[in-house]
């Protein structure tokens, strides 16, 4: 059967990630998670020291300490767990935690470091037989994808579901801080310069505000099957 490449963008916290994961282990791709490659240069960012206290980044700084980024998805050998690896260490709980959260989105708005990522997502997807997902992948990482969906659901909602997940793993948050993250990085997304969050024109529109997750897989896989 012909591979293809598959695109999942969303807005945060949508679950778009269980559901591009779940996809891809049933049909044998691989899958990538474009956004934790945001949150490890914002992690790397966080520890050297790279933001001012008014929140703003030292652009130079970074500009200069990309090539010393590295970031890898791996195997964890302990838990035999897909993490984010960055330059050698395992950072997949770290880049989730409410800081990471909170600096990401200003991040991403930077050109340098954007296209440092979509090449590096271009080369992922050069044998197909990928899903990937995040916020530009149709539109700007695989703007030829076979198949895209666009993911959403009312901000209520997803701050419930993130809550809910951040709660389990034992991080100190509240209700009200992770609505107002999401809130603000949905801002922030959708109104940066460059590759905005938007639905391409030819993407899928799944709003998953009272959808199961089985459900999602299932309408999922139906889309696949009709793309293949
Ligand atoms: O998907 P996730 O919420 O982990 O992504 C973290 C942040 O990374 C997003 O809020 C967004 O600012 C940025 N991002 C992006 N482009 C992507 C994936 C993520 O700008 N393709």
Same mark, same amino acid.
């Given at each position: 059967?012909?591979?293809? /490449? &598959? ?7 949508? =679950?778009?990630? $269980? #559901? ?6 049933? !049909?044998?791709?691989?899958? /990538?998670?474009?956004?934790a490659m945001?949150?490890a240069?914002?992690l790397?960012?966080?520890?050297? =020291? ?6 703003? !980044? ?11 980024i590295h970031i890898s998805f791996q195997l964890d ?5 897909p993490a984010t690896y960055l330059n050698g260490k395992n950072v997949e709980?770290e880049i989730?935690? !409410? ?17 440092? #990522? ?11 037989? !990928?899903? #990937?997902? =995040?916020?530009?992948? =149709? ?8 198949? %895209?969906?666009?993911? $959403?659901?009312?901000?209520? &909602? ?19 801080? &992770?609505? %107002? ?26 709003? @998953? ?15 696949? @099957?009709?793309? $293949?």
């Amino acid at each position: 059967m012909k591979k293809i /490449i &598959i695109a999942i963008d969303g807005f945060s916290s949508c =679950g778009k990630s $269980t #559901m591009a994961k779940d996809l891809a282990k049933e !049909i044998g791709y691989i899958y /990538i998670d474009s956004g934790a490659m945001y949150r490890a240069v914002t992690l790397y960012c966080l520890q050297h =020291g790279m933001f001012n206290a008014d929140g703003s !980044i030292q652009e130079e700084t970074l500009k200069q300490q990309m090539k010393d980024i590295h970031i890898s998805f791996q195997l964890d050998p302990a838990s035999q767990r897909p993490a984010t690896y960055l330059n050698g260490k395992n950072v997949e709980e770290e880049i989730r935690t !409410i800081e990471v959260s909170s600096h990401v989105s200003p991040i991403a708005t930077l050109g340098f470091v954007r296209e440092e #990522m979509v090449r590096q997502q271009q080369a992922m997807g050069k044998e197909k037989g !990928i899903v #990937m997902d =995040g916020r530009d992948i =149709g539109t700007a990482v695989f703007p030829h994808a076979e198949l %895209k969906i666009f993911v $959403t659901a009312s901000a209520q &909602i997803r701050a419930e579901r993130r809550y809910k997940e951040l709660k389990e793993k034992g991080q100190d948050v509240s209700f009200e801080e &992770i609505l %107002k993250n999401i809130e603000d990085r949905d801002r922030i997304d959708q109104s940066r310069e460059i590759s905005p969050l938007r639905k391409a024109d030819d993407a899928l529109l799944l709003d @998953n505000s009272h959808m199961s997750i089985a459900e999602q897989k299932e309408w999922l896989k139906e889309q696949f @099957n009709k793309a $293949t």
